[in-house]
């Protein structure tokens, strides 16, 4: 089974940048994804418990926007959030030091926190997007409300296996 880890945001504005330009949109609402899509064997209830321990790290949940990234090796365009407190970077790390994300940490790359807002674009429609796009999505506040362990389906549906409202 394929899973994910992430914090969701209900913000109009990203919904509706996403709606034309994000495939996953109608799947996936927003999101910052905290330990990135992987194949698991089985699902094991010790994990969910143990998630829910360390979203407990989490002291802040509104974050600032503060640029775009064209990622042309995936071929999307991401809108970057601060993180003074490194409180992302942290919550990131606790959950991939958790047995079962471990090994699939990518030590060679490291953790940008930020919102796909744009995905299966050329270079040059990155460029072109992140140009058009600069003055709706900079300087955002952006709110995640809920942590959201899910399984990725076949046709990308998310299906959530375990729900934690962020207060």
Do not use: W
Not at 95 to 105: H, Q, V
Not at 108 to 132: G, V, W, Y
Not at 133 to 141: C, D, P, R
């Amino acid at each position: 089974m394929q899973v994910s880890i992430m914090l969701t945001t209900q913000s109009t504005e990203l919904d509706t940048i996403r709606s034309h330009y994000d495939s996953l949109a109608d799947f996936v609402p927003a999101h910052l994804s905290l330990v990135f899509p992987q194949q698991l064997s089985q699902l094991q209830t010790s994990m969910l418990t143990d998630i829910q321990e360390i979203v407990q790290v989490l002291p802040e949940t509104t974050f600032f926007t503060t640029h775009l990234l064209p990622d042309y090796d995936y071929h999307n365009l991401l809108l970057v959030l601060d993180d003074p407190k490194n409180s992302l970077k942290e919550l990131h790390q606790a959950l991939y030091s958790l047995s079962y994300f471990e090994p699939f940490l990518r030590h060679d790359i490291p953790f940008t926190p930020h919102i796909t807002i744009a995905r299966n674009q050329t270079k040059s429609q990155l460029d072109q997007l992140a140009h058009e796009l600069i003055s709706k999505t900079i300087g955002l506040s952006v709110t995640f409300d809920t942590l959201v362990f899910e399984q990725i389906a076949e046709n990308d549906q998310s299906i959530p296996l375990l729900k934690c409202h962020l207060t």
